[in-house]
Structure formats: C-alpha cells, structure tokens
RNA sequence: GGAGAGAUGGCUGAGUGGUCGAAAGCGCUCCCCUGCUAAGGGAGUAUACGUUAAUAGCGUAUCGAGGGUUCGAAUCCCUCUCUCUCCGCCA
C-alpha cells in the first residue's frame, strides 16, 4: 500500500509514477474521495467529541450527587446522528481503502518505460552459451529416459501442469535444493526457515497477492481462508507482520526451501510442454528484511546471492531489468535473471528479485523502532528466488547433456551425488 | 474431538461501568551522584488517524478481532480467532 499522505498531497507525481505502469489514476475520483473523508472524518469526529464532553459531565454530576437528567436529554438527541455519521464514515473508508488496495506500488527511477517483457532492459550477460558439437535436447526429450520426468503420471494422478520425477532426476532436483540452501546459508549470510504451505488471507493481504490476484492462486475448500502458497515469499515476509523490531534485529535474512502452488489461470497456452509452467513447483527463496536507507543496496546483493547459484553450476545467464509494464505489483525495482537454455534456444526466467521498499510493510504494519529518530518507521521488505528449482533442473539437463542423451553432473553437485557423474545413463 | 483457563503498552503485570490511555515493575532516553565496575537519586517514555508549518497544541480511535447493551465499556452480553493445561486420537 501506498502512503495515503502521497496520495493526498502529491496526487500528480503519484499519477506520473502510475503511469510508468500503464496505469491511469482516476485522480479524480481519488480527490473526491480524499474530500469526502475528510468532511465525514471531521465530521463524526466532532459528534463524538461532543458526546464524550457530555459522557464526562455525566459521570461528575452523578459522583457530586446531582441532577444529571438536564445532559440526558441533551445527549439522547445525539445518537442517531452520531451513528449515521459513524456509519457513513466506515463505508467511505472502506471504499477508499479498497481503491488505495488496488494500487500498485511506486516504480524507482530506474525503472525503464515499456509495455511488456520485451521492453525489458538487459543489464548484464554472464557465460557463454555452450557450442553443441550435436543438436540439443530439451528436457522434456532428456528426461524421457526411463520416465524420469514423467507427464503423463502427473496429469493422471492430478491433471495438466504435474510432473512426476523419478530416480537421478529426482535425486537432481533434491541435490539442487541442498546446494541453494547451503549456499544462501553457508556463503550468503541467510538464516534458513521452514514456514507453512498453507497461508491465511491476512499474509496475502500483507504481501499484495490480495485482494488483486485471487485467481492466481489455489484456496481451500474449508471453513477458513486458506491458501496454498504461491511462493514462500508470502509466509516467510509475513514474519515481521505486526511487529515492533529492534533497530539492531535489522537486516534480516532468511532462506526457505518450499512447495509453491500457482493456478496459472489466464496462461493456459502458455509454455504447455515440459516443467517450465507448474501449478505446484518447488523453490528456494530468499527474504530481507531491512532499513529503508539499506533497501537498494540490498537489492544488488540479493541479486548477486541469486546470481551466486548460476555462477557455481557455471551456467550462462543474462540479468534484466524489468520495465514499467511487466514489473510485479508490490515492486519498486526487480531484477530477472534469465538462464540460457539450449533446447529452446533462449533465455528464460529463473529468478525475479525485487525491492517491494515499504509498500508490503505498510501493509503488514511491519516497522522497527529507528535510534536515529526515535520513531516508529516502516521497515522495507525484499524477496527474490535464490533459484527456482525445477527450471534450473532444466537449466543443468540442457546446458549439461551429452550426445549421447546423458548429462553430466556439474562439479558443485558432486558432493551432493557421491561417486556419481553422469545421470541418465540408462537406455 | 471433549473439559477448563486465559489474551491489557517494547516486555512482565494490576485494573469488573464514569477525570483509565490505563497502576507498578522491567527495559529504554536524558540529568545528577560516584575517579573503574557495581550500585543509587531525579525526570521522561504507547500507537494510529485528523487538524496544523510543526514528531507544538487540540480532537478522535485503540486494552486479541467483530458485533451488542449504555449518556458512558479494558470492565457487562454475543460471535469468532489464538494461546495454555488436562483427556482422547494421531504422522
């Protein structure tokens, strides 16, 4: 959420920050609004200031022995009135409320215009793809090999967009999961944390997915608002969720390894073949919790804790900024790190990493007590994938695979594998 | 699932209808004393919103959440959530 001071007193340079987004503020409507509050505001604020006055008189009159019946009658008159205007005042807040809700947050400067993820930026390019004495295989062909990534299973025990793993390829996707952890911890500086797969609406509330993004994500059928996580971004943020931090508890650094679950709605001919688009997949996440001074500092760090993983499986990759149109709701700024993949001849996304500033901690109400000030203030909040799994298990068949349609295990997971080199070795 | 107890400020914890936004303690801040350390004395110290140049003043709201009773609710009533104890069941 957006500071609604901001909105009240500097409409246009919001309007402008919008319109980076292709996003047009009624601005109209917004100060009619914002007018509205502050008449019905000043107004119910009043009658109750009245009501309480004459509450106080009451209680006096009776403590001294006298006759109170006189500010009786005076105040009966008051209730009705002082109701209405209550009940006006909430309404309006409500609707208020729920426009400032919808509102994305404020784009950095840095952020490039652009309509969609063509008009994204490219920052940096890191490796150099692979020549292929031979034609690559995609995943999908590779891990056709003893049904070791098995669709058909998937869509018989669930539907479309489940995969099942078996033997080295599973083995692979838990060897990757080990290895993001231990990095993030062991060289990053992150804490590790195991969180639930199932959230209620108020974490997602806190993090932005709602009130905008229902249909993205799967909710229970139960009595309680319940939620599968669409990435452990949701529950590790909502950590600080009504919390008075100590100055010195700052930064936080968490990792967490999660099931994600994601309805795709509204991508259904999107990406169809092989692992890259799942309702349920797994990564490792990275949160921080930080002062607002250190956001964008952070920002680049956290990046480069992402880009940490590609550099040690020594795959090739590019990072981008994303422009205006294609940038997520609560984020300020995000980097994408796309990760060659030799099968489709392209990079593909692997990793989003985003200073969301104070927009989520606004509304978690998330905020540490600042020395300097001695006030209150928002902290700022930060997420980005340190990586995604199952694409960087496509990411390690492609960019490794053999001529002969086995894959070599690269040398950082070697640990993870024993004496085992080569996956798939199999016919 | 059954029975009971509870939820108050950064923390602990008083407070059962009327100057209660809330005692006390801890913590924190400032000052004094003390030539280290430890201890002692004094003052201050919730948040949000509105109004405002103002984190000055004033007003409003907030004692788990929501509703109700009342001129007036931390305090009474209802619903919900969560925590703890005991029993049952269970990975």
Excluded at 80 to 95: F, G, R, Y
Aim: proline fraction near 4%; hydrophobic fraction near 35%.
């Amino acid at each position: 959420m957006l500071d609604p001071k901001l909105i009240r007193n500097e409409l246009d340079t919001v309007a402008k920050k919008m319109a980076v987004r292709n996003v047009t503020l009624d601005t109209d409507k917004l100060s009619q609004l914002e007018a509205s509050r502050k008449s019905l505001q000043s107004n119910a604020e009043s009658l109750q200031a009245q009501r309480n006055t004459a509450s106080k008189a009451i209680g006096q009159a009776k403590a001294k022995g006298e006759d109170a019946q006189p500010i009786l009658d005076q105040v009966a008159a008051l209730g009705d009135e002082l109701k209405a205007a209550e009940v006006a005042l909430t309404e309006l807040q409500n609707e208020l409320n729920e426009v400032l809700m919808g509102m994305p947050n404020l784009v950095h400067d840095d952020v490039p215009p652009g309509k969609d993820e063509s008009d994204n930026v490219e920052v940096r390019r890191v490796g150099e793809p692979r020549a292929f004495s031979f034609t690559p295989l995609d995943h999908v062909d590779l891990g056709a090999r003893g049904n070791s990534l098995d669709f058909e299973q998937g869509a018989k025990l669930t539907g479309s967009r489940f995969t099942v793993m078996q033997g080295d390829i599973a083995k692979l996707h838990r060897a990757l999961v080990q290895f993001m952890l231990d990095t993030q911890t062991q060289r990053n500086g992150y804490t590790e944390i195991s969180v639930p797969f199932i959230v209620n609406s108020d974490s997602l509330y806190g993090t932005g997915q709602l009130p905008k993004f229902a249909e993205d994500l799967f909710k229970l059928n139960v009595e309680q608002d319940y939620y599968l996580i669409p990435t452990s971004e949701v529950p590790v943020t909502n950590m600080v969720r009504d919390r008075l931090l100590d100055a010195n508890e700052l930064p936080m650094r968490f990792t967490c390894h999660s099931a994600c679950f994601r309805s795709e709605a509204g991508s259904y001919g999107r990406d169809t073949r092989g692992l890259i688009r799942q309702h349920q997949f797994e990564k490792v996440e990275m949160v921080q919790v930080v002062k607002p001074e250190d956001s964008w500092q952070a920002l680049e760090d956290m990046t480069s804790h992402a880009e940490s993983i590609l550099q040690a499986l020594n795959i090739p990759y590019r990072v981008v900024v994303l422009c205006g149109g294609d940038i997520g709701f609560g984020a300020a700024k995000t980097y994408d790190i796309e990760v060659w993949l030799p099968g489709q001849d392209a990079y593909r996304e692997i990793s989003s990493v985003s200073n969301c500033t104070d927009f989520q901690a606004r509304r978690m109400q998330a905020r540490f007590k600042n020395p300097a000030t001695g006030k209150n203030e928002l902290v700022h909040t930060l997420n980005g994938s340190g990586l995604a799994v199952g694409r960087t298990l496509i990411a390690v068949l492609e960019n490794y695979q053999q001529e002969d349609g086995s894959v070599e295990v690269p040398e950082v997971l070697l640990p993870y594998f024993g004496n085992q080199t080569l996956l798939l070795t199999n016919e």
